[in-house]
């Protein structure tokens, strides 16, 4: 099993930027991908991101993507996501995921998450 404690967050204008962090603990040598994902209120959860723990390929939504960049400081242990000129549509409880199996990884299926944390952007 992997445990996921996410960190970061918080409260910033249109245009502005967050960090949000995620470690995980437990049986993290498995650890084939990570991900965010996030989910507003009223809507189901959306992918938002990957990354593969070995050699650190990374897939990001459409709508994300030039403005977002996941990466690892610790290969399997963590994985961060810098988001950049935040929108008010980006706002909602960020979660953070660890996928053990290569097959779900690329369907973004994950069986592991974390308690999330909130992003809030305001105009």
């Known amino acids: 099993q992997v445990q996921l404690v996410e960190s970061g967050g918080g409260s910033v204008q249109a245009g502005g930027s967050l960090r949000v962090s995620c470690e995980a603990s437990?049986?993290?040598?498995?650890?084939?991908?990570m991900g965010w994902f996030r989910q507003a209120p009223g809507k189901e959860r959306e992918w938002v991101a990957t990354?593969?723990?070995?050699?650190?390929?990374?897939r990001y939504v459409d709508s994300v993507k030039g403005r977002f960049t996941i990466f690892q400081d610790n290969p399997k242990k963590t994985a961060s996501l810098d988001m950049a000129s935040l929108k008010p549509e980006d706002s909602g409880m960020y979660y953070c995921?660890?996928?053990?199996?290569?097959?779900?990884?690329?369907?973004?299926?994950?069986?592991?998450w974390g308690q999330g944390t909130q992003v809030t952007v305001s105009s």
């Open positions: 437990g049986d993290i040598s498995r650890n084939y991908c």
């Open positions: 995921a660890a996928e053990w199996a290569p097959a779900r990884c690329w369907k973004k299926e994950f069986d592991f």
């Open positions: 990354i593969y723990t070995d050699g650190g390929a990374t």
